[in-house]
């Protein structure tokens, strides 16, 4: 019998599951979806739940062995150089903090995640699979950080605590009222219908989100073009990091579309799946 110590095989059951049936999602939202069905609020809760209580002795339902991280002792003030605040687009802060010999990284709306040193500039997570570079600039100074994980490089710009505080209020209100962004109504209906004819406008998105939709644009097309042609829409709620959550009713099949756009009207997160 399965248990939580079985997330991963159920989330990977999940996720070919509903890709079978014409509703695509990805590795990390079937780890998001498997953990809030075990009553976690999150995958970085359970993971850390996982490794704390697997005992040696489990077999058959565990990953293969990955490449052992070596964790190195960094002095305390070279640590205190990366403290600070680093800019997701317009969706999110990572807040980098100091506990101790331990760095603590949070991005806005999640828990917190130890890294550990694997060299004085790179490190690591073990309750994710993720790692965080940071970036100096020609003066020395520590001025960007980069997130590495589910095969993409993340670069977030560090800010001032003011401006930290001035954005995560701003999500923080936006979630409250519930209401949609100016614009990402009218920039869904033509993202879907781009997308549907095949002919994606990838000057309407964020480099890093065309990257995502070039890598993924085959299994994307059979999908949408499964669903069908869009026939209604309902805005439905502010998800985290502040993303807009619609109903799109398809020919076919509903599906929950999310969408965030920075503050020039660039389409910076979009994505859908068949559940909220």
Do not use: C
Not at 214 to 240: P, T
């Amino acid at each position: 019998m399965r248990d939580f110590r079985d997330a991963k095989v159920m989330a990977q059951t999940l996720r070919e599951a509903l890709n079978a049936r014409s509703y695509p999602i990805t590795h990390s939202e079937s780890l998001e979806l498997v953990a809030k069905t075990l009553g976690f609020p999150d995958w970085n809760v359970l993971s850390a739940k996982i490794q704390s209580a697997a005992p040696s002795s489990r077999s058959g339902s565990e990953d293969p062995p990955k490449s052992v991280r070596r964790e190195i002792e960094i002095d305390r003030r070279v640590l205190d150089q990366y403290v600070g605040f680093y800019r997701l687009g317009d969706q999110a802060v990572m807040t980098i903090s100091r506990e101790g010999d331990q760095l603590i990284s949070r991005l806005t709306g999640q828990q917190n995640v130890p890294i550990y040193g694997e060299t004085k500039t790179r490190f690591f997570a073990k309750v994710v699979d993720a790692q965080i570079s940071f970036i100096a600039n020609g003066d020395g100074n520590v001025s960007a950080l980069v997130l590495h994980q589910n095969g993409r490089d993340i670069e977030m710009k560090r800010i001032d605590r003011e401006a930290a505080e001035q954005l995560e209020r701003g999500l923080e209100a936006k979630v409250d009222s519930q209401s949609p962004s100016d614009g990402t109504e009218q920039a869904l209906r033509r993202l879907i219908d781009s997308l549907f004819v095949g002919e994606p406008n990838f000057d309407d998105m964020s480099a890093p989100l065309a990257e995502e939709v070039r890598k993924q644009w085959s299994e994307l097309r059979s999908s949408l073009v499964r669903a069908g042609k869009m026939q209604s829409h309902r805005f439905i709620g502010v998800g985290s990091g502040g993303v807009d959550v619609y109903l799109v009713r398809h020919e076919h099949r509903s599906l929950y579309w999310r969408i965030g756009l920075d503050s020039g009207g660039t389409i910076v997160s979009a994505y859908f799946s068949p559940g909220l």
